[in-house]
């Protein structure tokens, strides 16, 4: 069965800092994987995904087959990056997305 | 473009009452879907729909039903509402960017059922 694990419900840090918010995931065919974000008060929104291994306000994330996950990065972490992050699961062809519990990022200044 | 437009954003409900959560996108995206978030357990995909006339069921559909008669409009029912029920619902809709799909939430709703 597909899964996403984040291990971390909250992760704490102070500005400045490096910051890895872990995401594991279980699926035997080729997957499409997300980060989403939820900024307080705002809409849930892509951050990044795997396939255009990019990065977005600092962050990147690696997809690492071998080890099933998608953790994401940032080497100096700003307060404005407080938030709520989900890693996310696409079924390639299915349009099926499988979100974990998600990882209460908190900044500190 | 308003994006993903979803109605009513809160409301409150008694055991047993019915009522159906609206979700409309402008976007012409082909595929929707409601997610119910809840806390420590992330979104849970209750039904989606890959065009107007197709819908299909996610991880948690017992208690909800969905339509899809047109492409903007994917409105999530709840026949008989349960405590169990109560949650913070999503709606989203999707297109594919380099391949990839890409998910455009709501705003969401939050339901509490009495």
């Known amino acids: 069965a597909q899964r996403v694990t984040q291990p971390e419900k909250l992760l704490s840090v102070f500005k400045g800092a490096p910051v890895e918010l872990k995401c594991n995931y279980s699926y035997s065919g080729s997957p499409e994987l997300f980060w989403y974000v939820q900024y307080s008060r705002q809409r849930l929104q892509l951050l990044l995904r795997?396939?255009s291994r990019e990065s977005i306000k600092g962050f990147t994330a690696d997809l690492n087959k071998g080890e099933t996950s998608f953790h994401l990065k940032k080497p100096f972490a700003q307060e404005e990056d407080s938030a709520m992050y989900y890693c996310?699961?696409?079924?390639?062809?299915?349009?099926?997305?499988?979100f974990g519990s998600g990882t209460k990022l908190n900044v500190k200044p | 473009n308003a994006g993903v437009t979803q109605t009513p954003k809160f409301q409150v409900l008694k055991t047993g009452q019915s009522m159906t959560l609206q979700c409309a996108q402008d976007?012409?995206?082909?595929?929707m879907s409601w997610y119910r978030q809840d806390p420590g357990m992330g979104l849970r995909l209750i039904h989606y729909?890959?065009?107007?006339?197709?819908?299909d069921q996610g991880e948690v559909p017992n208690g909800y039903n969905v339509s899809r008669s047109t492409t903007e409009d994917f409105p999530l029912r709840l026949l008989s509402a349960a405590p169990s029920q109560t949650s913070v619902y999503f709606c989203?809709?999707?297109?594919?960017?380099?391949?990839?799909?890409?998910?455009?939430f709501g705003a969401g709703s939050r339901l509490t059922v009495l």
């Open positions: 996310a699961l696409g079924l390639a062809g299915f349009n099926k997305f499988y």
């Open positions: 976007m012409n995206h082909e595929y």
């Open positions: 989203a809709s999707s297109y594919k960017v380099s391949g990839a799909n890409v998910l455009t």
């Open positions: 795997h396939i």
């Open positions: 729909s890959v065009g107007a006339g197709i819908t």
